[in-house]
């Protein structure tokens, strides 16, 4: 699909600027990357971290409100949109040890973080391996991969839907999760801007209400990942998993206070089974009429929610 948006006006320097809370788009070189973040608003310091296939602006939607209380961190991860895609370090630890080296560059000594997808695989990892920075943590519809990932299997099975599409009490197949390991092929198939084709399909399939990731936002994702390396550098995220599960059972249960959102036609449902064995103070939160994307088809109830968890 040819975009009529203007390229500025999808640049992040542009986006942070349309955003109210007096937000502006950063870089900083830590731990031997480029991270961009934008950064708003006053108080007690809130990241926000990512998920496939999207960029910061996912928050876009809740970023304003939340600045009126805290000081708002959307962090761009190892890879994603306006960070540098080295060829290595996509392990969660790792990307952990990236918002550490941020937090400290930025002079803070602990910080709160509500990590979405990826971005609360990274959360976790943060928590699991420097409490001592940690205040909170939240972690928007997908937990850190453990050993029960091992048993996804390649062919779907009878209660699983083959198109992924969101129903309450149905389990998706992950198929993405395969194809994302595969080596050279997506960044082919994926390119010239066929991305746009993929995102649209995920969206389609994994939000309750489609639209609420409207137009705008979905050409910010198709431009951010329009590159060969963008592409091989979002696919690192999953192909590091079996290193994830590794570190995980060294882990001990994470002792920050740790929120857990869920959508009702989502991941609610494995959420509140999974995550008391996770953490020693954890709070499980469905997210009525909402699928995987939380703070897009949600961002009141995501706002209400952190609001409340935080104060």
Not at 22 to 42: K, T, W
Not at 74 to 93: E, F, I, N, Q, T
Not at 231 to 252: K, L, P
Request: hydrophobic fraction near 40%; aromatic fraction near 10%; proline fraction near 5%.
């Amino acid at each position: 699909m040819t975009s009529t948006t203007a390229p500025e006006t999808l640049s992040d320097e542009a986006l942070a600027a349309a955003l109210e809370g007096g937000f502006r788009s950063r870089v900083a070189e830590v731990n031997d990357v480029r991270l961009h973040y934008v950064d708003g608003g006053a108080g007690a310091p809130l990241l926000l971290l990512g998920g496939w296939p999207q960029t910061w602006w996912q928050w876009n939607k809740v970023m304003p409100a939340l600045a009126r209380r805290y000081r708002v961190i959307a962090v761009d991860l190892r890879g994603m949109g306006g960070s540098s895609k080295p060829a290595a370090g996509y392990d969660k630890k790792t990307m952990a040890a990236d918002i550490h080296a941020l937090i400290t560059h930025l002079g803070l000594e602990s910080v709160s973080i509500a990590g979405h997808d990826i971005g609360a695989m990274v959360a976790y990892a943060y928590a699991a391996n420097y409490p001592e920075a940690t205040d909170k943590i939240a972690l928007l519809d997908v937990p850190h991969p453990d050993a029960g990932w091992q048993q996804f299997g390649l062919l779907p099975e009878s209660d699983q839907h083959v198109d992924s599409v969101i129903e309450s009490g149905a389990r998706s197949y992950l198929w993405w999760f395969a194809f994302n390991q595969v080596q050279d092929l997506p960044e082919l198939l994926l390119g010239d801007g066929r991305i746009r084709l993929l995102i649209d399909w995920l969206f389609t399939r994994q939000a309750k209400d489609p639209n609420t990731i409207d137009e705008h936002s979905r050409r910010v994702y198709a431009r951010a990942y329009a590159t060969p390396d963008a592409i091989r550098a979002g696919n690192g995220w999953y192909r590091t998993f079996g290193q994830d599960i590794t570190d995980e059972q060294d882990y001990d249960r994470v002792t920050a206070p740790l929120l857990a959102l869920g959508g009702d036609e989502s991941n609610y449902e494995y959420l509140r089974n999974l995550m008391p064995t996770k953490g020693t103070d954890v709070r499980v939160v469905e997210i009525a009429g909402c699928g995987h994307y939380i703070p897009e088809e949600q961002p009141a109830a995501v706002i209400e929610a952190l609001v409340e968890f935080l104060d």
